[in-house]
């Protein structure tokens, strides 16, 4: 009878066990779902900010060209102003 009573408590540990093992593997699995989720939530998210990251760069590069040609046309116009002045200032020594 010792034996059959061991049998059977052995049986219903396994089944209980294994129950909760199961249970353990659900939670496991939904926490790893989870995180799953909220991994491809963070990823969509930094995406998007190096996109905008980006966007804003462009936008940098355009800006920083036009700054250029403008220094360019400037540095143009003073050239022209420094030899007008310069031709008046001749003339106006020689005229002295």
């Given at each position: ?48 900010e190096v996109?905008?990251?980006?966007t ?26 420094d030899?007008?002045?310069n031709?008046?200032l ?7």
């Amino acid at each position: 009878m010792s034996k059959l009573s061991n049998n059977c408590f052995l049986s219903i540990f396994a089944v209980v066990f294994l129950s909760a093992c199961d249970n353990l593997t659900n939670k496991v699995e939904n926490k790893l779902d989870e995180l799953e989720n909220k991994t491809m939530s963070l990823d969509s998210l930094i995406n998007k900010e190096v996109d905008r990251v980006l966007t804003f760069d462009s936008l940098i590069n355009g800006g920083s060209d036009k700054v250029k040609k403008l220094d360019s046309l400037i540095d143009k116009k003073t050239s022209k102003l420094d030899s007008i002045s310069n031709e008046k200032l001749k003339l106006f020594e020689k005229n002295n």
